[in-house]
């Protein structure tokens, strides 16, 4: 059973850079047809996809956010990293880690099938 | 990006209820629809993908229909651990986006 788990500072200050890392148990991140994603969510809000990174090591980004973000990968670790610069208030959010069907997985291709538990990030000063 | 709606936003049932939740996207997306259900504190959890296949260990009474631009969820008889937040998300183009989201409350 895969399980990840999201860890980093939970108060960041305004235009400084968000680092979150997730660490992924229960199978190796280098095996499979994997995408290793981070999705965010406003308080009461709904859920947004920021961006991803391969087993291979190449990235997507949603583009809305494309110019602050920076996924990159530990294998030796199992981890994978989040850097989001620039950080203003309405970054304040959840942000979830989960593992996403890559082009391998066919039927779940591109579905996040594994999540973290999520951890608050709060943009303040 | 391809838009997503749903509707309602929000259902107020009883334990027992058949519930139906439609999502539409602005442009087809055959089959690559995947349903999530979120409780308060929690991360979504993953119920149905490929519009619908039924994810391992979700419950039967979970199902998903639909092709193209218009999709449902349906929970046949509701039960007091199915009240939460329902999402849909498109997986058919990049980025993927979710909808924003239905919530099933208990009458």
């Known amino acids: 059973q895969v399980q990840l788990q999201e860890s980093g500072p939970g108060l960041v200050k305004p235009s400084q850079t968000l680092s979150l890392t997730c660490t992924v148990s229960g199978g190796s991140i280098s095996s499979g047809s994997y995408y290793w994603s981070w999705i965010r969510q406003p308080a009461g809000k709904g859920l947004e996809w920021i961006g991803r990174?391969?087993?291979?090591?190449?990235?997507n980004y949603n583009p809305s956010l494309k110019s602050r973000v920076t996924i990159s990968v530990d294998t030796s670790k199992n981890q994978f990293s989040l850097k989001l610069s620039s950080v203003t208030a309405a970054d304040t959010a959840v942000y979830y880690c989960a593992r996403e069907g890559g082009p391998e997985t066919t039927v779940l291709y591109r579905t996040l099938d594994y999540w973290g538990q999520g951890t608050l990030v709060t943009v303040s000063s | 990006d391809i838009q997503m709606t749903q509707s309602p936003s929000s259902v107020s049932a009883s334990v027992g209820d058949r519930v139906t939740i439609t999502c539409r996207a602005s442009?087809?997306?055959?089959?690559?629809l995947a349903w999530y259900q979120q409780k308060p504190g929690k991360a979504p959890k993953l119920l149905i993908y490929?519009?619908?296949s039924l994810q391992s260990g979700v419950p039967s009474r979970f199902s998903g229909s639909g092709s193209g631009t218009d999709f449902t969820l349906t929970i046949s008889s509701l039960q007091p651990e199915d009240f939460a937040t329902y999402y849909c998300?498109?997986?058919?183009?990049?980025?993927?986006?979710f909808g924003p989201g239905t919530k099933v409350d208990i009458k």
């Open positions: 490929a519009a619908s």
């Open positions: 990174i391969y087993t291979s090591g190449s990235t």
């Open positions: 442009q087809g997306i055959s089959s690559w």
């Open positions: 998300q498109q997986a058919n183009s990049f980025p993927p986006t």
